[in-house]
């Protein structure tokens, strides 16, 4: 499989090959920064079971965590498409934000001027050390895609995107695309 360039707004498209990895098994992962030192994303289709209201009790919210990955699991990030709005914002690609000022956030978000399609919260990030993605790469464990959702990916249905990505690929990616998350079970 010929893969994009990794940088950052890559989307990862984990290889049907990774069973069993409870963090990324079936992920679409954002690349927020990708360089010499090493790289982070965030896993965009792994809704957890709380909103942000049940981590922040002063946030009047019911937007859905996400698990961004497994490292640093204790600590809240965001992406959003709303630099305007918050500061100090670091521009990923195409529209697409990562943090900025916390405090500003969580007042938007109580004065109803950050909707849930602006913003994805998650309890951890995906990193790699300098050349470990590039290894992880060449031993097909990822599949780096184009995002060409650009910023509109905050609204994209998370419950198939993994399917959905892998039914693109065509080829011998289509017979996983129906397989079940553990084959054992087939």
């Known amino acids: ?3 994009e360039k990794l940088k950052k707004g890559t989307l990862l498209i984990a290889e049907p090959s990774i069973i069993g990895d409870l963090s ?6 954002l690349l927020a920064d990708h360089n010499g030192e090493g790289s982070v994303g965030f896993i965009m289709n792994k809704p957890l079971d709380y909103t942000i209201q049940d981590l922040l009790s002063e946030v009047n919210a019911n937007f859905t965590v996400y698990n961004g990955g497994p490292v640093e699991q204790d600590n809240l990030y965001f992406i959003h498409n709303i630099p305007e709005l918050i500061p100090h914002s670091i521009e990923i690609s195409n529209g697409i934000y990562w943090g900025g000022d916390f405090e500003t956030t969580k007042n938007l978000i109580n004065d109803n001027k950050i909707k849930k399609d602006n913003i ?37 249905s998370v419950n ?19 397989a079940p998350e553990n084959p054992i079970l087939n």
């Open 1 to 3: 499989m010929i893969s």
């Open 24 to 29: 990324f098994n079936r992920s679409v992962i």
């Open 120 to 156: 994805r919260f998650f309890l951890g990030y995906s990193g790699w050390e300098s050349n470990q993605l590039e290894n992880e790469m060449r031993s097909n464990s990822w599949i780096a895609i184009q995002n060409e959702y650009g910023d509109k990916i905050l609204n994209k």
């Open 160 to 178: 198939e995107f993994w399917k959905e990505k892998i039914i693109e690929l065509g080829g011998d990616y289509l017979i996983w695309s129906n």
